[in-house]
């Protein structure tokens, strides 16, 4: 070999060793982007606020395998002790979004609050379960949202999620039947309100304290 050829091979091995080691070491992505969570956290409602659903959200991912993402919980919060107003629509990313077996629940923001494929067959968990629902013992379709059919905030949030015993907050179905959205009853966000914010009220609603999570990134 001509020895003038023989350093930039050299570095070129160099580089794409290193090049391998880095992409050795940098978690990748993981298909999932969207689950509901398989487990309220035992405490209601309370979840010591947005930043502590979140928190939920990301462990339990981590622990299912899910790497790479930044979860975040579909929660609105209203204006109340110096706190800011979050919309869960603009709290989420911008998709698309897919649940543990690969099924697209939601294209962007707008197609999941109009066109979504939400239901008790893609709702699944971090684990790629299916979550009781109606007709199920027990039932556990309620879903925490405090939001709008539009994903806005209700003001019905069990004080922004830190409260694990009065007030109310706004729960979706996840095992909605169909796709008309004008009907309560059918609404993966917003079909009515709890009768309280602890474990007890939460399952006398019909559901377990679960999140809807998200990957944002």
């Known amino acids: 070999m001509n020895p003038k050829f023989r350093l930039p091979l050299a570095l070129s091995l160099v580089v794409a060793a290193a090049t391998t080691a880095c992409g050795l070491m940098m978690p990748a992505k993981t ?4 689950f509901v969570t398989s487990t309220g956290n035992g405490q209601g409602a309370n979840f010591g606020g947005l930043a502590g659903a979140d928190k939920y959200c990301q462990s339990l991912a ?6 790479g993402r930044t979860w975040h919980a579909y929660l609105s919060t209203n204006a109340e002790g110096g706190s800011m107003t979050t919309n869960a629509r603009d709290y989420i990313g911008t998709g698309p979004w897919q649940n543990a077996k690969g099924d697209v ?3 962007s923001v707008d197609d999941l609050h109009t066109n979504n494929k ?14 009781n629902g109606r007709g ?3 039932n556990q379709h309620d879903v ?10 209700t003001g019905s949030t069990c004080s922004n999620w830190t409260s694990g015993g009065d007030g109310v907050a706004i729960v979706g179905h996840h095992d909605r039947t169909g796709l008309d959205e004008s009907a ?10 709890t009768r309280g914010c602890s474990p007890a009220a939460l399952v006398t609603t019909g559901g377990a304290g679960l ?7």
């Open 118 to 131: 939400i239901s008790k067959q893609t709702a699944l968990t971090e684990k790629g379960a299916v979550i």
């Open 62 to 67: 981590e622990a299912a395998g899910s790497t």
């Open 184 to 193: 309560p009853a059918k609404s993966w966000n917003a079909s009515h309100a």
């Open 105 to 107: 629940i939601a294209t």
């Open 144 to 153: 925490l949202t405090g939001s709008t059919a539009d994903g806005l905030s």
């Open 211 to 217: 999140l809807y999570c998200f990957a944002v990134n």
């Open 136 to 138: 199920d013992t027990p």
């Open 31 to 34: 298909p999932m982007s969207f």
